[in-house]
């Protein structure tokens, strides 16, 4: 039988361990995020108690790194304590820790909860409003210390495990690489959270006043090659260009792991789109780990899906 331990007890002297900590609120896509780390190989213990974590690293480490779940559900979870659990882990030189947070707006958390009817576990017999309201607040210390989060609001559940595969698959660990993330946004709909870097380009000529362009996205080459013949453009992509180029290595050798820079516009259909692109597939051909996103693109096609889908149910 396992003995409980406290955050005062020491952990055992052995090699290092590989483990991620998946935490936020509920209906954010924990369960999601946790079994594409199986899939990728990991070993998956959702809901551990927190009491239990350094029992977990007593035995002799595998080359199979560890995924735990942890939301309030646990039985003796609390903020404070995990606070403590995240920091004493940091400390420890023999434990890589990293902290995964899945984020999502509270009107959206509602929303899936009133589709699936489930009753919110810090408020089973109030509104599911109250839950969620009660669980952002506790976990908001949590989320400050993550060294990764997501915001699930606009991700399908397909979005969400390309999203942790970005960011997590590094094969066996044993070559540690920084992956990138570039993605494009529409400045109108605010920042996307998790930003390491922001770039504004509404300064740049903008292809929503040709009409021929205006249906278009960045992706076209017209779209892109319009935006470059912007007198200012030549310059400011290739400062953009050397400043990156100068600074992940500098973060890759300061221990990151992961980077996400954005490119910002008015309708972040255009400009960002076409930068997002270009300095995307720059960094690509230096040798780095990228993946591309587009915010309000992905978020288009998610609502010609559903449209084309209640056209089809309503034949």
């Not at 406290?6 to 999601?32: E, I, K």
């Not at 551990?48 to 003796?76: H, K, M, Y």
């Not at 999203?163 to 044993?174: C, I, S």
């Not at 230096?286 to 978020?299: Q, T």
Request: glycine letters at 6%; aromatic letters at 6%; hydrophobic letters at 40%.
């Amino acid at each position: 039988m396992l003995k409980p331990m406290s955050a005062a007890d020491p952990l055992p002297q052995d090699p290092w361990h590989r483990l991620v900590l998946v935490t936020g609120p509920s209906g954010a896509g924990r369960s999601t995020a946790i079994h594409a780390l199986e899939d990728m190989g990991f070993e998956v213990i959702d809901n551990l108690p927190l009491s239990f974590v350094p029992r977990l690293l007593e035995g002799t480490p595998t080359s199979q790194p560890i995924a735990l779940g942890i939301d309030v559900r646990n039985r003796d979870f609390n903020a404070q304590s995990l606070i403590e659990l995240i920091d004493r882990l940091t400390r420890e030189p023999r434990v890589e820790l990293e902290v995964l947070y899945l984020d999502c707006q509270p009107a959206v958390l509602i929303r899936r909860y009133s589709e699936t009817r489930r009753r919110h576990p810090l408020a089973p017999m109030d509104s599911p409003e109250e839950g969620v309201e009660r669980e952002i607040d506790l976990l908001a210390p949590i989320r400050a210390r993550a060294d990764h989060l997501i915001d699930t609001t606009d991700l399908t559940v397909h979005g969400l495990k390309d999203e942790v595969t970005r960011w997590f698959g590094r094969g066996d660990g044993a070559t540690p690489r920084l992956s990138v993330s570039v993605q494009s946004f529409s400045y109108k709909r605010g920042l996307p959270r998790g930003l390491d870097m922001v770039f504004d380009c509404r300064f740049l000529r903008n292809p929503h006043w040709e009409p021929d362009l205006r249906p278009k996205d960045g992706r076209d080459s017209a779209v892109a090659e319009y935006i470059a013949e912007d007198p200012r453009f030549a310059e400011f992509y290739q400062r953009v260009k050397d400043l990156l180029l100068f600074l992940l290595p500098a973060h890759l050798a300061e221990g990151k792991s992961h980077l996400s820079i954005g490119f910002g516009c008015t309708g972040g259909q255009h400009r960002s789109v076409a930068l997002t692109e270009r300095l995307g597939n720059a960094l690509a051909e230096n040798g780095w780990s990228v993946s591309k996103r587009h915010r309000e693109l992905e978020r288009r096609a998610a609502v010609v899906a559903v449209l084309a889908a209640d056209e089809v149910a309503g034949a």
